[in-house]
């Protein structure tokens, strides 16, 4: 791991840990990471990867990766790649081997034969569904199955058999004997193995009875020897569960601690695999790696650096309390990060075409312009070429302006940024009325006729237009419209997340630019020229984030 990752807090989990530690429990931190590979890690997922990579390093203790991988249904090994390359990238290690939850199916299938044995687990008859009636509901208690009180031996019996194959689907299941009546439904009996002919992508046709979540988890973490077991808020309820199955086996102290924190719900977005999936099946995204998506895959093509998840990560923090993350923290810390790492240079997304009359045809004049122009330190720069006619952003001009609008208009004047001052005398318009070209003269100096605060003239970007570079630019926005989506994709998608400005125009500099160079263009945004549509010729540039606070 680097050392110049800067570790997590995770306050009131380092609290935890320091008390572990001085009551003497624990004397080393070994947490762990533990993705179920059915979908791509978002950034909710990072959130976790965080502090528990970050506390591990902190600590000088260790942290696992390991694929929860007991539901074979829904997993492949599509998504085991994707987490193993969204963690590195990340910037964290993790300690010795990929570890897998299927690596420990026989010592888990031990373990239940031990349970049973002790009475603590039983072979239950009754189909999922029945189980399911007999749970009963927060108010009311459950009921015992019939076959709750059959022997030891019958059980271990019929276990055998489930894991032979000799029952169909679904006929039988493995259950904890507990207590029917605890007002904490994840105690009534929870099912911990059920029978699915289902192949696994690591163990194949090996199995046909696989362990719950619950049972598999709790297990997988004593035998690992991890010290603290990080989770979500949801898993509270779980708890009692957790350790029960490790007091039932009477696994030897110390044992895993289990600490939940509140997971992270971020506006205008959905975080849920289910949402997801969703979302790419019906095409309403390019993609796991769409960069409207909160996928670590989409956010690293949007050009977000690991750091600036990290950031972000690391600012929020972890609570116990459940809550909404505004977007604007996700957008300030990749501002913050970019801000001092991206030259500032020019690109027209929607060009209008200036034709400067009193500058001669086939002249040009070189200005120089700083690539960082607010580090003093930093003195790199390029040059930027004014001609007779040059491109303008579309927007930067009004035929009617209002009062509020500073930029150019009919008789105004503005400052083109590191060049010269240009005066508006007069607009071509096309058939359609629309405004395809406006007349200017240059001068060195302010004229009057700015329509800034005191006569100031507004600071605008430009390029030349015959030697600027064609680009693709593509605005990406937030991919739903309401800050708190349910997932009802027809009235809350926003139809704008992605425009594209097909005909942008680049400074000449930008030439050979490779895919992934970030840079800013100056008032619009940060930008990335796209990993996957890597055109040398016509580049296309995804926008990361625009400049502007937005809350
Ligand atoms: P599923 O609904 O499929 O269980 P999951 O989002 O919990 O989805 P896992 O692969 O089980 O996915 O998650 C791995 C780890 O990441 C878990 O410890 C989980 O608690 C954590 N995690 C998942 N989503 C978030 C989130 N939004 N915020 C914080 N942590 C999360
Ligand atoms: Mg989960």
């Known amino acids: ?21 001085a009551d003497g429990r624990y004397n080393r931190v070994a947490t762990r990471f533990p993705p179920e590979p059915n979908g791509y890690l978002h950034i909710g997922h990072a959130k976790s990867i965080c502090p528990n990579f970050g506390l591990a390093l902190d600590y000088g203790g260790s942290c696992n990766l390991r694929f929860d991988d007991t539901n074979p249904v829904k997993e492949g090994t599509e998504y085991v790649e994707s987490i193993e390359n969204d963690v590195r990238w990340l910037g964290f290690a993790w300690s010795g081997p990929i570890r897998y939850a299927s690596d420990y199916f026989e010592r888990l299938y031990e373990c239940a034969e031990k349970l049973i044995q002790k009475g603590l687990a039983y072979v ?33 019996d019929l276990f055998r058999r489930m894991r032979a194959g000799e029952f169909p689907d679904g006929a039988r299941s493995l259950r904890a004997k507990i207590d029917m009546a605890s007002p904490n439904l ?61 007091e039932a086996l009477d696994w030897p102290a110390p044992r895993p601690r289990q600490i939940e924190f509140a997971r992270l719900n971020l506006e205008y977005t959905v975080m849920s695999k289910r949402k997801l999936m969703q979302l790419v099946k019906d095409r309403h995204v390019e993609g796991w790696d ?74 040009s004049r070189e200005f120089s312009a700083p690539f960082f122009p607010d580090d003093a330190g930093r003195t790199e720069s390029r040059a930027l070429v004014f001609e007779r006619e040059i491109f303008i952003e579309a927007e930067d001009f009004m035929p009617d302006p209002p009062k509020k609008f500073y930029r150019l208009g009919p008789g105004r004047e503005v400052h083109l ?12 318009r ?86 992934g160079w970030r840079c800013q263009f100056e008032r619009l945004g940060y930008f990335i020229t796209d990993e996957k549509l890597h055109d040398r010729e016509r580049p296309v540039f995804n926008r990361i984030v625009p400049l502007k606070d937005r809350r």
């Open 1 to 21: 791991m680097t050392s110049k990752i800067e570790a997590s807090s995770g306050n009131f989990i380092r609290a935890f840990i320091d008390e572990d530690a």
């Open 124 to 156: 239950d008859d009754l189909s999922a569904e029945e189980v399911r009636a007999h749970r009963g509901t927060l108010t009311d208690p459950g009921r015992n199955s019939p076959w709750r009180d059959r022997g030891a031996a019958e059980s271990l």
């Open 186 to 246: 994840n105690m009534r009996d929870p099912t911990l193995y059920r029978i699915r002919r289902t192949s696994h992508h690591r163990t194949g046709e090996q199995w046909v009875i696989y362990p719950m979540y619950d049972y598999t988890h709790c297990i997988s973490d004593a035998i690992e020897g991890i010290t603290h077991s990080i989770c979500t808020l949801e898993f509270e309820d779980h708890r009692p569960l957790y350790d029960w199955v490790l």
């Open 290 to 363: 769409d960069p409207r998506l909160p996928t670590l895959a989409a956010l690293r093509r949007r050009g977000l650096t690991p750091e600036a998840v990290r950031l972000f990560c690391d600012r929020i923090g972890v609570a116990k309390r459940d809550s909404w993350i505004e977007y604007y923290w996700l957008e300030k810390a990749v501002r913050d990060d970019l801000n001092p790492l991206a030259p500032r240079v020019m690109a027209v997304l929607r060009p209008l075409k200036v034709v400067v009359e009193n500058w001669p045809a086939g002249q």
């Open 417 to 428: 940024r590191w060049g010269f001052y240009i005066h508006c005398h007069d607009l071509v």
């Open 430 to 515: 096309d058939a359609e009325g629309r405004v395809v070209e406006l007349r200017c003269t240059y001068s060195e100096e302010p004229r009057g006729g700015g329509a800034g605060p005191g006569g100031q003239p507004a600071v605008i970007h430009w390029v030349p237009a015959g030697r600027a570079r064609p680009a693709r630019v593509r605005l990406y926005d937030r991919l739903f419209k309401t800050p708190r989506p349910k997932g009802d994709l027809d009235r809350e998608l926003n139809p704008d997340s992605l425009v594209e400005c097909p005909e942008a125009r680049l400074e000449p500099a930008l030439t050979g630019l490779p895919p």
